[in-house]
């Protein structure tokens, strides 16, 4: 029979994350799967190839700009942790860079007995000291979302004794000055709120205490976040203050001179501030200045006569059917829009001369195209990276009002592609939606293991990109491989992601099983050849599909996943998803639910096809519990489920390439013996 909300939930003990009781039983089962799956030269060739990929000397570095340099963080098998190190754009496009190493995080962690992981830097980039001099770099034990931030002088290489330094928490620094900073983090109750990220922003001066820090601003419990961001390109000085209502829903503030001002667009509207100009990009039919643009356009206004109540906005984007805005990017004058044409990228550059708005568009004969930096501080550099899902990566540079974009690296391919095509289909959804997919696979081969994978939320789009993982893991091996673009993603702009939200959630559910259906019909694959893939919000859709349409599958891998809609929210950061989700403590929300809650609705009597399921105990965004507990539950029903549970490696599921190495080779080994019958 179907679980119900009424009985008492017999593994609430496994949420304990480390509990010696829930920690023996992760053990159990991470030594019956390696007992089961990695006992064979197969795996151990497979997880040795995948780290040689991950390690290889060969592969692109890609860099960031960060003053007149450009940083790359490096691992590889000496340096598993990484080597933060720079060199000037010039000396990267030779063959072999000079780099200079900045910080190597192996030997800090042994120096300092931490498992350091590398979670980003925040360089200072207004006054006297801006652009390669001071930063504050955050590293987590064991790849948790919760960090440690420490200030660090990139000319002695060395953090500072006495610099900006906080404990570990899910904390936010942004630079004033280098005297002050922005900050937010855990300093006790009422500091944070219910999601577990920061309730305040303080100016916090350098040589004071942090608990003495002036508050310019506090949200409310219930708030996701609240953050202030220095805006480096105003002329003096400026920052946004974000109060994060939901998942979607945002106050914005322009704080200058003190003085905190409200910036008056839709509370669900994205809005960017760079030097004179507020770009707006609306996700609800907005109704401005005598005119309604349609959701998904892209507005832009000059920043003080807005704020003044001007409303003269100029449309840079309107979607169309078949065409929406992935994201922008600015350099230091222009701006760069990313477009998905049928989850086709497409990029155009523009530029204000002369009281207008001029545009290039850049051609996507490279495949999939994507903005990796730009150097909006100083000029109108921009570096491209394109690639496909048989198409190796390239990294382009190019200036804005030059010439064509030209090639700074080429990445190498890992897996013979020769036969290998990707093709673009639509199935057709419940409700009469048509679906897009992409199959990767040599179209004559027949049906064979087949691998589909899947998201579906948060506005996310799933786009071709080169996978040299899935490439040797499973493409290699003769596989095919296919994505989903079901609703609830941002391929087809913010009504797509709509269209899946809260009680309409089931249309992402349905869009992907019409696509496992299209895939059997059209003779791609069988359904006992047909295994699924996905992880997060995409594990709970593989939670569903185990649970509502097992049916359809022959294996299914389900990673750091969401499962218990029950009890999602009151788990790490579940509460900042109730606007994706529903409140389960609404009877009105719970009611829709209930209905596909993957924990609450495992039923007896009902095959089911073997299941993978992976989480990491230090995952502090997707509570391990609910992996924990979904596997306990498919166990007492006596269902085929196999259980890994890396002790390490945050929401990622892996640290390190090492890890990350073993926990694919897990999943194609799991895979490829259900779906193909190869012991």
Not at 325 to 350: K, M, N
Not at 392 to 408: I, K, W
Not at 409 to 420: N, R, S, T
Not at 671 to 679: E, K, V
């Amino acid at each position: 029979m179907t679980e119900t909300i009424t009985r008492e939930d017999a593994y609430l003990w496994l949420e304990d994350v480390e509990g010696e009781r829930a920690l023996a039983w992760v053990r159990e089962r991470n030594a019956e799967t390696a007992a089961a799956l990695t006992g064979n030269d197969r795996f151990t060739e497979l997880c040795d190839g995948l780290r040689a990929v991950l390690d290889a000397d060969d592969r692109i570095p890609m860099i960031a700009w960060h003053g007149e340099r450009v940083y790359n963080l490096w691992k590889d098998a000496e340096h598993p942790r990484g080597l933060w190190r720079r060199t000037t754009l010039e000396d990267y496009r030779s063959p072999e860079p000079a780099w200079q190493t900045v910080l190597d995080l192996d030997a800090l962690a042994t120096a300092e007995g931490e498992n350091w992981v590398w979670q980003g830097v925040t360089f200072l980039r207004t006054g006297p000291l801006a652009g390669e001099r001071r930063c504050l770099i955050a590293l987590s034990r064991g790849g948790a979302d919760a960090s440690v931030v420490r200030e660090f002088d990139v000319d002695t290489r060395s953090f500072l004794a006495d610099g900006f330094t906080l404990p570990e928490a899910k904390s936010d620094v942004s630079w004033i000055d280098e005297d002050r900073i922005f900050v937010g983090t855990d300093l006790g109750p009422g500091t944070m709120t219910s999601s577990g990220y920061p309730r305040q922003v303080r100016v916090w001066r350098r040589g004071t205490a942090l608990a003495d820090a002036p508050v310019i601003f506090t949200g409310t419990e219930s708030d996701v976040s609240v953050r202030a961001s220095t805006d480096p390109s105003a002329e003096g000085e400026r920052a946004i203050v974000r109060r994060s209502l939901d998942f979607f829903h945002a106050e914005r503030h322009v704080y200058a001179g003190g003085e905190l001002t409200r910036i008056d667009v839709p509370d669900d509207a994205g809005v960017d501030v760079h030097r004179e100009w507020l770009l707006i990009r609306i996700r609800t039919d907005w109704h401005v200045g005598g005119t309604t643009h349609p959701a998904g356009t892209l507005l832009i206004a000059r920043l003080e006569e807005y704020l003044a109540g001007g409303r003269d906005l100029t449309v840079l984007f309107s979607p169309d059917p078949h065409t929406s805005l992935s994201y922008t990017d600015w350099t230091r004058t222009g701006l760069i829009l990313v477009l998905l044409a049928d989850v086709r990228s497409r990029l155009e550059l523009l530029r204000y001369d002369g009281g207008e708005w001029h545009r290039t568009v850049l051609g996507s004969e490279l495949g999939q195209t994507d903005v990796w930096d730009t150097n909006a501080d100083a000029d109108e550099q921009y570096l491209l990276q394109s690639s496909g899902f048989t198409l190796p990566p390239t990294l382009r540079h190019g200036v804005l009002g030059g010439g064509a974009p030209q090639t700074l690296k080429q990445g190498p391919a890992y897996f013979a592609a020769d036969g290998i095509t990707t093709r673009q289909f639509f199935a057709t959804s419940a409700d009469g939606t048509q679906v897009p997919y992409f199959v990767v696979s040599r179209p004559d081969a027949g049906p064979g293991p087949t691998l589909l994978s899947g998201y579906g939320g948060f506005e996310v789009s799933r786009v071709p990109a080169y996978n040299p993982i899935i490439g040797l893991g499973w493409l290699a091996r003769g596989g095919t491989y296919v994505v989903a673009n079901i609703r609830g993603g941002g391929e087809y702009g913010p009504a797509w992601h709509r269209s899946a939200l809260r009680e309409k959630r089931p249309r992402a559910y349905e869009d992907f099983a019409a696509v496992a259906a299209d895939l059997v019909e059209r003779g791609i694959t069988t359904r006992d050849q047909l295994g699924i893939e996905g992880g997060s919000n995409g594990g709970l859709l593989m939670g569903v599909m185990l649970t509502r349409y097992p049916d359809l599958f022959g294996a299914i891998v389900c990673a750091v996943p969401l499962l218990d809609m029950r009890r999602y929210h009151l788990l790490l950061a579940g509460a900042s998803w109730m606007a994706e989700y529903g409140d389960p403590d609404n009877p009105d929300d719970w009611a829709y639910l209930s209905l596909f809650s993957p924990y609450q609705n495992v039923r007896d009597g009902v095959p089911y096809p073997p299941t993978l399921i992976t989480t990491s105990t230090r995952d502090d965004r997707v509570h391990p519990g609910h992996a924990r507990k979904m596997v306990a539950r498919l166990r007492e029903h006596g269902k085929d489920v196999t259980y890994y549970e890396n002790i390490e490696g945050g929401h990622g599921g892996a640290a390190d390439n090492a890890q990350l190495a073993y926990k694919w080779a897990l999943a194609f080994e799991f895979l490829w013996r259900t779906l193909s019958g190869d012991r």
